[in-house]
């Protein structure tokens, strides 16, 4: 469990971190390491260079107004769910990262790492999806900003280039009359989950977001669904597998259960 | 005055060490600046036939210092050139086989060593193994028990039917007794594969000292001075020529005992070779892949009982998987053959089972070995009958229990050490009362009305077992103390964090006098004690234990010599006290104990002012030799403790569960434990063991499996997908409870608890998750999923 041998670099400016990353088709970003620093040591990635976004300046901020939650790429999510602004401006956020990972990694690992990341099982790239966020990235052609529908592009898989650095990711506020809950069965405490769902409920509209159960985060319009098929309704846009913890049937169980869960708590907290 | 320690809840004196992060385990072991790291090619396929390895791209790899295949070791050693030992042969084990150091053209289990790299540091060594390529011709592996025993394909080409053993025991004749029984019950029950895991996985380190001709070697391990004879066998050295010395050692559950791992052998092999210092250190994913599991049976069982639920004849057949070979011979299934029978008396007994090949790592005992099948076995049987005649299942229980006036008992089998299967002491109706009533066995059903009134679905177990402990062939003790008054104990089974420094010099201290801050403990180490067996079977404290009261009390004997001499009293009016001899009721006439070790120990020279008192000028009879024709220089002990057999522990778990009607999420709702080893020589440590083994056990009930698929690949060889519990997912608190009934074997009076607390796991959760369910639990472990799956199956078959 070494990793194979790379080169490291630890850029003292975004700028210098591009062209790092961009001098070598073989690099990827080091942020958190939590989901990186595995994959090295069971030799599953094997880059030829890591760039060390850890010590660029000005990227650890959290900011919440009143549009929204504003997180940089190198708040660590135990920062984000500190943050009491977070929890008012929007809620989600802070419910569903209390269920990533334990503390320790909590400590290390980053939200937008965990986004770029972009695993299906992960809670924030579905919560980003589900309110409808986005990322601003950073690359040799300058910034763009990337919308949460259109960055989740297949399993692990995001729509940054190899070149571009995540700086940030954004989070619009919880509208007012609107409400957000959220629930994951996980075989242990801080486990990746079974099968995790919240729920975004307003004036007009009914939405899901659903982790575990496909291939990319994704959500699901519930809008005028009553309330005994919600589980039902949204299992026709999910594909929930079999592995070695839980079945295709006990995932879509507890997509029932959930879905019927956190759309009635959306609910209550919307009235 | 030194109060006496046995039985008192002492601080382990270990902690302050670990808890300090001043452990030092084999990885921390400095042998210098020149060690070099070795790293192993593993197949990554169950079953192939190695036709080739290329080693040629990875010998110019800069770092690297030596890359062997199974071509190169009779080179270097002859004996390695031969399988690895059986280390426990028996008559019916008509079909053992062990795995070579290096494959040897077959390759049995993913996981198995096929070439060893030694270089610079394990990123080279694990460079380089990544280079090495093998030709293999895949062969179709068998994978299971329901595989092994359809033999449609063979794990070993010259093992008929994938059968290693078959093995028989009866008491009375069963099948007859079934047959005439009022009622009958059958039963298929199965338990999964599992491993136990040590935070620490293996590890070796080895230095050669060629002026001395000398090897030295640390190792993680259960039993050094087993590790050192088959080090000296296979690298054809005497025995005087090698020393195993056994570290701090984080955690070893069993699989420790197994020995020697192809790397225990390797490591210094190539310290001899090469010349320098050697580390091996397992990672995580080989410790999955190329330790060994345990666990994995089905069994059968057929029985016959009374309108009272009493058991006249119980027939159980069993498939046993021990994997791709078999080092440690039939222990776990004898041991569950034997240990099924639990606190009973069944009318007869017939017991027979089938040890199999399958293309997995191999099995070896873990903490409970064979017990926590045996027990799930019983104890279902148990709630079955129970059931069956809608009686309360601890009142069945409690009618086909041994009672307390019939110990000695004879079960009438031959245990795991070839002797009778005899219980020593017991009293399993008290245990029973003590758990029914820590549990509130009595008041569940209102509890149990009471939630379903709520919607909500609870369920209470039970289980009992019997385990013996203890186990021969003998264990020592050496005793020495020192011109300071320090005592420093000696014995050469291995420690694993049990906290045996702690009840060791509790029990010296008692012996001796002396406070217990003055004794130190030494295990593990072949230069301090050369004679040994090993720390498996519960066995530490019975057996060193033992052995330390008797070398302990040798030293007293000699004490109390010397001192009545120099302070011209008889023996009997002496008594040591905090470290000084004095006559009873005149205490300013005393003697320290170090001025014993002093005068023990006739000196030609000295060296400071307390050995002027024992140079040849000072003391003796110029009359008489300094030295006595039947005495020795010093103040020593030293003796062994060989039991004629084991002594056999028993308890009882009782757990309450909630099960989520509509997630089939298990929830732990209380857990109780009466627990009897005897005589308790320190409350606060057997707890200690009882929380551990309860937290292990709800592992292997509820979380723990290898999951392997139909190639033979290990699914969840990492701790991402092993599910072993965090402190979140093992009870908050355990209630414990404990009986004292001593064993007549042994001069304390006790008997093993290092295992207790994970055998009645698999049986007690079944039995309260059933309850809860309302239909019965033949398969553990069992998840969420699979509860699920349950309920989806009963409802259809209702349906239909
Ligand atoms: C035991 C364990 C349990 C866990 N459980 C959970 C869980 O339940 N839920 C969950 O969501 N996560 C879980 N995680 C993952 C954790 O949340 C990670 O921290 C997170 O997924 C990645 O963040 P990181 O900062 O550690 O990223 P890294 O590991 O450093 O990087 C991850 C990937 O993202 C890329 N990357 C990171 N930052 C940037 C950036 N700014 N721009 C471009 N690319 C970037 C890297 O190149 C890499 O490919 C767990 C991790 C562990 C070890």
């Known amino acids: 469990m070494k990793p194979a041998p790379f080169d490291y670099v630890r850029p003292g400016s975004l700028d210098d971190a591009i062209v790092a990353l961009a001098g070598d088709p073989g690099a990827k970003v080091l942020a958190g390491g939590q989901s990186l620093v595995p994959l090295l040591s069971m030799r599953l990635a094997a880059p030829s260079r890591l760039v060390d976004i850890n010590g660029l300046p000005g990227l650890d901020s959290v900011e919440a107004g009143p549009d929204g939650v504003r997180i940089g790429a190198l708040a660590r999510h135990a920062d984000v769910l500190a943050s009491d602004d977070v929890r008012r401006v929007q809620p989600l956020v802070s419910l569903a990262l209390a269920d990533v990972a334990h503390a320790t990694i909590r400590n290390r690992g980053t939200t937008v790492g965990s986004i770029v990341h972009a695993d299906a099982a992960a809670e924030m790239p579905m919560v980003l999806r589900l309110l409808g966020g986005s990322v601003d990235v950073a690359g040799p052609s300058g910034r763009r900003t990337i919308k949460a529908d259109d960055l989740f592009v297949g399993p692990l898989e995001s729509s940054l280039h190899h070149d571009e650095i995540a700086v940030s990711a954004f989070f619009p506020a919880l509208p007012a009359g609107a409400g957000v809950a959220f629930e994951e069965i996980a075989r242990r405490h801080g486990d990746y989950a079974l099968c995790g769902v919240a729920a975004l409920v307003t004036d007009d509209a009914v939405h899901a977001g659903y982790l575990s159960v496909c291939d990319v985060p994704t959500v699901v319009d519930l809008t005028g669904v009553a309330d005994g098929d919600l589980g039902d309704a949204a299992l026709e846009h999910l594909d929930p597998g079999d592995d070695i913890h839980a079945s295709a049937a006990y995932r879509s169980q507890l997509v029932r259960v959930l879905t019927a869960r956190v759309v009635a708590a959306a609910r209550r907290m919307a009235a | 005055m030194t109060t006496k320690l046995f039985g008192t809840r002492v601080q382990r004196v270990e902690d302050q060490r670990f808890l300090r992060g001043h452990g030092r385990y084999v990885d921390d072991v400095a042998v210098g600046p020149t060690t070099l790291h070795a790293a192993v090619l593993r197949s990554p396929h169950a079953h192939a036939r190695v036709l080739d390895v290329h080693v040629d791209d990875v010998l110019d790899l800069e770092g690297v210092h030596a890359v062997w295949t199974y071509e190169d070791l009779a080179d270097l050693s002859t004996a390695m050139a031969d399988p690895l030992p059986l280390l426990i042969p028996h008559p019916t084990l008509t079909h053992g086989r062990t795995q070579y150091a290096l494959a040897n053209a077959e390759v049995n289990y993913v996981g198995e060593a096929i070439a060893f790299v030694v270089a610079d540091d394990r990123y080279v060594a694990e460079d380089a193994v990544g280079r090495i390529r093998v030709d293999y011709e895949v062969l179709p592996p068998v994978v299971g028990i329901d595989a092994a025993r359809a033999a449609r394909n063979l794990v070993h080409e010259d093992v008929p039917g994938n059968v290693g053993a078959r093995m028989e025991q009866s008491n009375g004749d069963a099948p007859a007794a079934i047959a005439a029984a009022p009622h009958t019950l059958t039963l298929d029950l199965t338990v999964e594969r599992s491993a136990c895991q040590p935070m620490e996985g293996r590890g070796t380190v080895a230095r050669w000292d060629p002026d001395v001709n000398r090897l030295t070697v640390w190792t993680s391990t259960q039993t050094s001075t087993g590790v050192r004879a088959a080090i000296a066998v296979k690298l054809g050295l005497d025995l005087g020529q090698v020393d195993v010395v056994t570290p701090d050692v984080g955690g070893g559950f069993g699989v420790k005992i197994n020995h020697p791992w192809p790397e225990e052998l390797l490591v210094p092999l190539a310290a001899r070779a090469l010349g320098r210092p050697v580390k091996f250190i397992e990672d995580r994913r080989e410790h999955f892949i190329s330790s060994a599991h345990e666990r994995g049976q089905v069994h059968h069982v057929e029985v016959g009982f009374d309108d009272d639920g009493r058991v006249l004849g119980l027939d159980v057949t069993f498939w046993h998987d021990h994997g791709a070979y078999t080092p440690y011979g039939l222990i776990v299934p004898i041991i569950t053959s034997t240990q099924l029978l639990g606190p009973y008396k069944p009318g007869a007994y017939r017991v027979s089972f089938e040890s199999l090949y399958t293309n997995t790592v191999i099995v070896t005992p873990y903490r409970g070995a064979g017990r926590p099948q045996g027990c799930f076995v019983m104890e279902r049987t148990m709630d079955a009958i129970a059931e069956a005649l809608g009686k309360d299942r601890a009142e069945v229980r409690a009618t086909n229990f041994i009672q307390p006036d019939e110990f000695p008992f004879d079960q009438g089998l031959i245990f795991q050490d070839g002797r009778q299967l005899e219980y020593d002491s017991g009293d399993y109706p008290a245990s029973l009362e003590k758990i029914k009533e820590l549990v509130g066995w009595d008041e569940f059903p209102a509890f149990k009305a009471e939630m379903a009134a709520q919607g909500r679905q609870v369920g209470i177990g039970l289980a009992c077992y ?267 608190s355990i209630e414990i409870d404990h009986l004292e009934t001593p064993s007549p074997l042994n001069p304390l009076g006790i008997k093993g608890a290092g295992e207790a607390g994970v055998i009645p796991s698999a049986a007690v959760f079944a039995a309260a998750i059933s309850d809860a369910e309302g239909f019965a639990i033949t398969a553990m472990p069992i998840s969420p999923s699979e509860l699920y799956a349950l309920r989806l199956a009963r409802s259809s078959k209702e349906t239909s």
């Open chain 2, 466 to 732: 019997v385990e013996g402990t203890g186990v021969g062939p003998y264990e020592g003790a050496h005793v020495h103390i020192e011109t300071s008054g320090k005592v420093k104990v000696a014995t050469g089974l291995t420690t694993q964090g049990q906290g045996h420094a702690t009840v060791f010099a509790q029990i010296a201290a008692d012996v001796l006098g002396v406070p217990i801050e003055d004794v130190e403990v030494v295990t593990g180490d072949t230069r301090r004690m050369a004679y040994a067996v090993g720390t498996f079977a519960s066995r530490a404290a019975v057996m060193s234990g033992s052995a330390i009261h008797l070398a302990a009390t040798r030293a007293r004997e000699k004490v109390l010599r010397i001192a009545a001499d120099a302070l011209e009293a008889s023996e009997d009016d002496l008594e040591i006290v905090d470290g000084v001899v004095s006559v009873k009721g005149a205490p300013t006439s005393s003697i320290a104990l170090g001025t014993i070790a002093v005068l023990s120990n006739p000196l030609r020279y000295a060296f400071d002012e307390q050995s002027k008192l024992a140079t040849q000028f000072s003391v003796g009879d110029p009359g008489k030799p300094p030295v006595a024709e039947d005495d020795e220089p010093g103040l020593e002990g030293k003796d062994f403790y060989s039991p004629e057999r084991s002594t056999f522990a028993s308890g009882m778990h009782a757990v309450v569960v909630e099960t989520d009607p509509l997630t089939a999420e298990i929830k732990i709702l209380r857990y109780a434990v009466v627990h009897d080893c005897g005589y308790l020589i320190n409350p606060m440590i057997v707890e200690g063991q009882i929380h551990g083994g309860v937290a292990q056990g709800v592992g292997g009930a509820l979380y723990e499996r290898m999951a392997y698929d139909e190639s033979g690949q290990l699914l969840n060889a990492s701790f991402m997908d092993f599910l072993m519990p965090y402190v979140t997912e093992v009870p908050t």
